[in-house]
Nanobody, 122 residues
Framework: QVQVEESGGASVQAGGSLRLSCVLS????????MAWFRQPPGQEREGVAA?????????EYLDAVKGRFTISRDNAENTLYLQMNSLKPEDTGMYYC??????????????WGQGTQVTVSS
């Protein structure tokens, strides 16, 4: 089973930017679908961005982050990224990387990281 570990979370002012990283380890010879999820304080976990690396290149985003967040993957480095621009206080939450599941924003992935905290202040 593949393992994932996130990093890059921080406290930033509204309007700022962050880039989250997620490194894959373990069985990485197969390309896995991957995604970023977040869990705002006191709320359910929600899918933020997903990337299909098994079939045709495609991505999917939560409506609230479209145009501000970009998901990408460096296959050579086995690393997934989430570039977050124009951050808003409502983007605050624990961000999780997920791998090995059906493409999309549903939480049907097999491997999850421990999360990295993003806090956006107004």
């Amino acid at each position: 089973q593949v393992q994932v570990e996130e990093s890059g979370g921080a406290s930033v002012q509204a309007g700022g930017s962050l880039r989250l990283s997620c490194v894959l380890s373990g069985y990485t010879k197969v390309r896995f679908n991957m995604a970023w999820f977040r869990q705002p304080p006191g709320q359910e976990r929600e899918g933020v961005a997903a990337i299909d690396t098994r079939n045709r290149p495609r991505t999917e985003y939560l409506d609230a982050v479209k145009g501000r967040f970009t998901i990408s993957r460096d296959n050579a480095e086995n690393t997934l990224y989430l570039q977050m621009n124009s951050l808003k206080p409502e983007d605050t939450g624990m961000y999780y990387c997920a791998a090995d599941g059906p493409y999309g924003l549903s939480p049907g992935y097999s491997s999850w990281g421990q999360g990295t905290q993003v806090t956006v202040s107004s």
